[in-house]
């Protein structure tokens, strides 16, 4: 099955700063990627997400790369604010698997003002 | 984005006993929905794949006599956790696929903290 690594667990920048989260998955049928930011008790929320027939894609701060060849996807968060401060998680999903979600170990981001 | 609502938020319960969460599509209709556990500061483990109108499907290491899950609805699945133990204290939460007629999104609902006392 899928197997999704993110690096690193935890991540503290300063305010303003650019942030950036990697993950590296294995399934070569993987085909969708979402990134996801959870607060403490509180549900996932999508914040963005990429295909493979794109290798990037960008939503204001926000921006995610893929590398279907290395089978590696980022996300980049630029001028960073303290309420980016969450746990982001990466996710890969195959179609052929009812897009099934593998998630990675998430990142504690912190950003201090 | 969709919206998917999970009932109850919280719940205490006695060893022993069964307990019923909810997961409803509110805007959008469901044919796929997925059951994940969380433990404090960890990642989302997949349970089971729901799809309406057919049996879910477990993943490895799932007890599906003690997980039931039940899609009977496009809007509504149920995770009933049967004889729960302490150990089955956990974060639930599920989500709902939406096929918008050319891409699949995931959305998850606000989560269950089940605690067993």
């Known amino acids: 099955g899928e197997n999704v690594e993110q690096h690193p667990s935890t991540l503290s920048v300063q305010e303003g700063d650019s942030a950036v989260i990697k993950c590296t998955y294995s399934?070569?049928?993987?085909?969708?990627f979402p990134w996801y930011k959870q607060e403490l008790g509180k549900r996932p929320q999508l914040i963005i997400d990429i295909r493979s027939n794109v290798g990037e894609k960008k939503d204001q701060r926000i921006a995610v790369t893929l590398n279907k060849t290395a089978k590696h996807f980022s996300l980049h968060i630029t001028e960073t604010q303290p309420e980016d401060s969450a746990v982001y998680f990466c996710?890969?999903?195959?179609?052929?698997?009812?897009?099934?979600?593998?998630f990675g170990k998430g990142t504690l981001l912190t950003v201090n003002p | 984005g969709a919206v998917v609502s999970q009932h109850p938020s919280r719940v205490i319960c006695k060893s022993g006993t069964s307990v019923k969460i909810e997961c409803r599509s509110l805007d959008f209709q469901a044919t796929t929905m997925f059951w994940y556990r969380q433990f404090p500061k960890q990642s989302l483990m997949l349970m089971a794949t729901?799809?309406?109108?057919?049996?879910?499907?477990?993943e490895q290491g799932v007890e599906k006599d003690k997980f039931l899950i039940n899609h009977a609805s496009l809007t509504l699945s149920t995770l009933t956790v049967t004889s729960a133990h302490p150990e089955d204290s956990s974060f639930y939460i599920c989500?709902?696929?939406?096929?918008?007629?050319?891409?699949?999104?995931?959305?998850f609902g606000p989560g269950t903290r089940l605690t067993v006392l």
């Open positions: 989500s709902a696929r939406d096929f918008d007629g050319s891409a699949d999104t995931q959305y």
């Open positions: 729901s799809n309406e109108g057919s049996k879910a499907t477990y």
């Open positions: 399934d070569s049928a993987s085909n969708y």
């Open positions: 996710a890969a999903a195959a179609r052929g698997s009812n897009y099934k979600l593998t």
